[in-house]
């Protein structure tokens, strides 16, 4: 069983060949389609389209125009791009640990991280459920903070009523393959602020607001789609439904399955968060065991986020231990949650897990 598998058909395939038919495959009208329909989907009053998730955060970045070096505060416990978009726009990122049961940055960590250069926090919204929003909002609205939310594995998911990636000055979302909708490579850029709409066109278009001009205002780049990617966007938007429903029928019969194993823990969801799951995250206590069964079983795992302060390319950002994400990394194990899952495949993997840990704990392990 593979760790990923996009729900894909007939529709995207259809999609894709009239947009080869209409011979326009740069940004037009699926790309316009695509676009009106995520900010409907999530009541964004902007959005801009982005090659990938990573590029846009670093187009969110680049348009608030914060100072260089300023420090941002971001949970040690993410994807290596959470970071690296901070460094490439200029800014120095400062670790914050997260909370053991949810996975993600606390209030309280993200406090105790502010000084008087910080100029923005990340939050991020890992594995389909957002941190507490409102609470980082207040601390950072207090200090005059600016609040990017990553929220790369959160499409579809609200907190308080409210779409991740709407709460902060601008989100970033991914439909890279493993996502809950994909365009194979994308991502979108949401904002409220028309100010900052006006520069994130700017900026992702060469600095022109007009393509049909070579008159640059400001220091742009491409960061432009294609019509084949939101072609195949629309039509997972539509399926995004059923997607949905699958993905939490299948994590609703992990935790049911593995319910009172002994040395097994699932994430906590959020108070006040939806949760339309981007993996299943387990942490177990013979988590090598249990990689080396499932593996020898044909089904695909994948590790938890390595921390970040922990990166050999960030180190030198790196100012002491964050015990609680170094902690996640050791146990963590993503199972596959995807719609091509049937229910007996669920239990296949559940009975392996629980029979490692039955057998590690016959043996006073």
């Not at 795992?301 to 390319?313: D, S, V, W």
């Amino acid at each position: 069983m593979t760790q990923v598998q996009p729900f894909i058909d007939d529709d995207e395939l259809t999609g894709v060949t009239d947009v080869i038919k209409r011979n326009w495959l740069t940004e037009g009208t699926c790309a316009a389609s695509f676009l009106e329909a995520i900010k409907q989907e999530t009541g964004a009053p902007h959005a801009v389209l982005a090659p990938n998730g990573t590029l846009a955060l670093f187009l969110a970045l680049l348009a608030l125009d914060l100072p260089r070096d300023g420090e941002i505060i971001i949970p040690a416990f993410t994807f290596y791009a959470s970071a690296s978009a901070a460094v490439f726009a200029g800014l120095r990122p400062v670790f914050a640990d997260v909370d053991p049961e949810t996975f993600n940055l606390t209030v309280d960590a993200f406090a105790e991280q502010i000084t008087d250069r910080t100029v923005a926090v990340m939050p991020v919204h890992v594995y389909g459920h957002t941190a507490a929003l409102d609470d980082i909002q207040d601390v950072a609205g207090q200090h005059g903070i600016k609040v990017i939310e990553d929220a790369a594995q959160a499409y579809g998911v609200n907190f308080n009523g409210r779409a991740a990636g709407t709460w902060g000055d601008v989100g970033a979302i991914s439909f890279f393959a493993d996502k809950t909708i994909t365009t194979g490579e994308g991502g979108v850029v949401l904002t409220g602020n028309s100010e900052l709409y006006e520069r994130l066109r700017l900026l992702r278009n060469q600095g022109r607001l007009n393509s049909g001009t070579f008159k640059h205002d400001a220091l742009g780049m491409n960061f432009r789609v294609t019509d084949l990617q939101c072609a195949v966007g629309l039509s997972q938007l539509r399926k995004l439904p059923d997607i949905a429903a699958a993905k939490r029928r299948n994590h609703a019969r992990y935790v049911e399955n593995l319910r009172g194993v002994e040395g097994i823990r699932t994430m906590r969801i959020q108070p006040g968060s939806d949760h339309l799951p981007f993996r299943f995250a387990l942490l177990s206590e013979h988590r090598d065991a249990v990689v080396t069964a499932l593996e020898a079983a044909g089904i695909q795992t994948r590790g938890f986020f390595y921390p970040l302060h922990m990166q050999p390319a960030l180190t030198q950002y790196a100012d002491g231990p964050l015990p609680n994400a170094e902690k996640l990394y050791s146990q963590g194990i993503c199972l596959p949650v995807h719609t091509g899952l049937s229910a007996a495949d669920i239990d296949e993997i559940s009975g392996i897990i629980r029979g490692v840990h039955d057998d590690a704990h016959a043996s006073g392990m």
